[in-house]
């Protein structure tokens, strides 16, 4: 079964003041190796969403796929990108998580795809926060690649909203258990890579 999925990397990361976040030490390895080392066993096929020169992400031996669009147009025009890159490889569906997400679930993948047996729309990951409120994780889903061009138009009108898109193509969500860790926990901000770094301690 060909299962590809993509790690979204192409914002700015302007909340860590223009750092490259997926480059970020945590626990003495780059932010990405610890996202790729939970998901790669789950895939067969993984690529990096991510914009600029592709030189610097060498080391982790994956293909680099920059936006289609130009101008930053947000994490949208990643889903896009795994869409299309995806599709040349023949696969009908693609899964896409973020670089800054280091407790990645050990079943990410088969619980979006027993979600996604239930319809054809994207899945999307969700958990339940502090306050017990579910809460979708749109940056962390299952994306069929078939409406592509229709994501393209979008784009191209000026909208950026993920929920508004997946929700206008029948999303649904996959809930993942959280306790004490959200495993979607995004590092975002420079406290948010100390606390990662402590809860890795």
């Known amino acids: 079964m060909i299962l590809p999925g993509m790690i979204l990397a192409g914002g700015l990361s302007r909340r860590m003041e223009g750092a490259e976040k997926a480059l970020l ?9 610890h996202v790729t080392g939970r998901v790669a066993p789950q895939l ?3 690529a990096l969403n991510a914009n600029g020169d592709p030189a610097r992400f060498a ?8 936006d289609p669009m130009p ?3 947000g994490p949208l025009a990643g ?6 890159w995806a599709e040349g490889l023949g696969a009908e569906r693609v899964f896409t998580l973020s670089a800054d997400t280091p407790f990645l679930p050990g079943d990410f993948v ?14 999307l990951a969700a958990s339940r ?3 017990g409120v579910l809460r979708a994780h749109p940056t962390c889903g299952l994306w069929p690649v078939a409406p592509h061009a229709e994501l393209r138009a979008w784009l191209e009108s000026g909208e950026r909203k993920m929920m508004l ?17 959200d495993p979607f926990f995004n590092v975002n901000t420079p406290e948010d890579l100390a606390r990662a770094e402590a809860l890795l301690g």
């Open 79 to 84: 889903v896009l990108a795994a869409m299309l």
């Open 44 to 46: 067969s096929d993984l």
């Open 25 to 33: 030490p945590l626990a003495g390895r780059p932010l990405l190796s």
């Open 59 to 66: 080391r982790f031996g994956l293909e680099v796929v920059a």
């Open 165 to 181: 898109w997946a929700e206008g193509q029948g999303a649904r969500l996959a809930e993942f258990p959280a306790s004490s860790l």
């Open 110 to 123: 088969p619980r979006l795809l027993l979600a996604a047996e239930e319809g054809t729309g994207p899945v």
């Open 129 to 131: 926060d502090a306050g």
């Open 71 to 73: 101008g930053h147009p």
